[in-house]
């Protein structure tokens, strides 16, 4: 759903090896992963009975479908909703206005996911 193209991993793998152990990469990698995930839960919106106009209606189902998978040896963190209507509510149709709660959240964390990343290469 979301993708994120990184340039220039040679160099950065060079300066890695010199400064950090993977193992902190990973520690980054999981725990950027994890808050990528709540912050996403976070923003996902939740209907309500009044809004769905089905009585007795528990909402939440696409927040709780957002998971986390570690990949890579821990290297690769994904963070995707399972529900089916997922890409419906983040990008709208022609009958829905679109309620982003992916692309927010990953704009709010990529910010601290490189901060800490240029931590580990100086």
């Known amino acids: 759903m979301a993708e994120i193209k990184i340039e220039g991993l040679d160099k950065l793998e060079k300066q890695l ?20 995930q709540g912050t996403a839960q976070r923003k996902a919106p939740v ?45 709208g149709t022609r009958y829905m206005k679109a309620k982003p709660y992916l692309k927010p959240a990953l704009e709010e964390v990529e910010p601290k996911f490189k901060a800490k990343m240029k931590e580990l290469v100086k």
């Open 47 to 91: 209907g309500t009975p009044a809004s769905t106009g089905i009585p007795g209606y528990v909402g939440g189902t696409l927040k709780r479908s957002i998971g986390l998978e570690l990949s890579d040896s821990g290297m690769t963190a994904e963070v995707e909703p399972t529900a089916e209507y997922a890409p419906y509510v983040e990008y």
């Open 17 to 36: 090896k010199k400064n950090a152990t993977l193992n902190k990469v990973r520690t980054v990698v999981r725990k950027c992963g994890a808050d990528l």
